[in-house]
């Protein structure tokens, strides 16, 4: 079946036509008008910050044309500095280089997390710090922090302002964790949002698969070995599986995928029903630090693919998708937002 979002309905259901989709390129954030949903000030740099300070600033007072041509001046430097940004932005974007962007990443990287470890803004129920931004260059493991802070994101700009967003929610990594692993089953459902639930189409489910069940700690947010995406689809009562490292009879993560399907089931159905596990074909990792920037590319994608209003299967087998791209995507969006931070009166 093919889900459609209805702009005067919301999401429904209709057959599938036989279509093969086309070979897309991307890093997921990139299907979405984030500049369109950014503030205003979160291009602005370290230059523009003392300009701000210096336009603030007491002075003496000066003629009207002195003034007029302070400002052309300033205009002049920052549309320079404008122009030369969005000139290496569209290297990066129309020729992917690794070299660049590993560049970018780590310039970005240098800007934010030196100094020592202070909280760098707060967006909507999240608090990102500077250590945060450690996991987000290359080679290391996205925290839970960090793919909550992206479904945040998703969240704020494109599922509430929609009049049908409210028919999708994210999870946060904590949340599933806690959910997954409770002890007490008959407890379960008081873990979840169940209001919210009550509601919805599809959920996100940012799952974490752990070796030894028996030995969760729950008070550990990075709990672990591998991130995987799963998103329940309410109304066909199915699970789809979004795994960018996949092995075929894997007993041990089918036993972890079963025993979320079973809790999902307890919690949000009735006793009667059941929960079909899918899992997808979907663009593999080829090293063992991209699984959670995968998890962020398909949930952007797909994001991308409820909301567009055009009908969709929710396959990604012919995605490509770049870790290194989706890496550099979300620092870009780390660093606009910290830059409004300090820029924003308190």
């Known amino acids: 079946m093919l889900v459609v979002l209805d702009p005067y309905k919301g999401f429904c259901f209709v057959k599938e036509k036989a279509t093969v989709n086309p070979v897309v390129h991307t890093n997921g954030f990139d299907q979405l008008d984030w500049e369109k949903h950014l503030p205003e000030g979160g291009n602005v740099d370290k230059n523009d910050s003392e300009e701000i300070a210096e336009e603030n600033a007491p002075k003496t007072k000066i003629s009207r044309a002195e003034r007029k041509q302070i400002k052309k001046q300033v205009a002049a430097k920052r549309k320079l500095r404008l122009s030369a940004a969005d000139s290496d932005a569209m290297v990066l974007k129309n020729e992917p280089n690794p070299y660049l962007a590993k560049q970018r990443l780590k310039k970005l990287h240098g800007m934010l997390a030196s100094g020592a470890d202070t909280k760098l803004f707060d967006f909507g129920l999240i608090a990102f710090y500077k250590s945060d931004v450690d996991y987000v260059v290359p080679g290391e493991w996205l925290n839970d922090n960090n793919i909550s802070f992206v479904y945040e994101a998703l969240s704020t700009y494109f599922l509430k302002p929609h009049t049908f967003g409210h028919q999708v929610y994210m999870l946060y990594p904590a949340l599933v964790q806690l959910f997954l692993h409770y002890p007490i089953v008959e407890e379960i459902s008081g873990i979840l949002p169940m209001k919210d639930l009550k509601k919805l189409k599809f959920v996100f489910i940012p799952f974490n698969f752990i070796d030894e069940c028996d030995l969760v700690d729950l008070e550990d947010a990075n709990n672990g070995d591998h991130w995987a995406l799963c998103l329940l ?18 007993e041990e993560d089918d036993q972890l995928l079963h025993q979320l399907a079973s809790r999902l089931k307890t919690a949000l159905f009735k006793p009667k029903d059941t929960i079909s596990i899918v899992k997808m074909k979907c663009g593999q990792q080829t090293n063992f630090d991209d699984c959670g920037v995968y998890l962020v590319m398909f949930s952007c994608y797909l994001v991308s693919l409820l909301m567009s209003e055009e ?8 995605v490509v998708f770049n870790p290194l791209s989706g890496r550099l995507s979300m620092m870009e969006l780390v660093y606009k937002l910290s830059k ?5 009166p308190s």
């Open 311 to 318: 009908p969709t299967n929710l396959d990604l087998t012919r």
């Open 233 to 250: 689809s309410v109304e066909e009562r199915k699970l789809y599986v979004y795994d960018s490292m996949s092995f075929d009879d894997d």
């Open 340 to 344: 409004e931070q300090l820029l924003t």
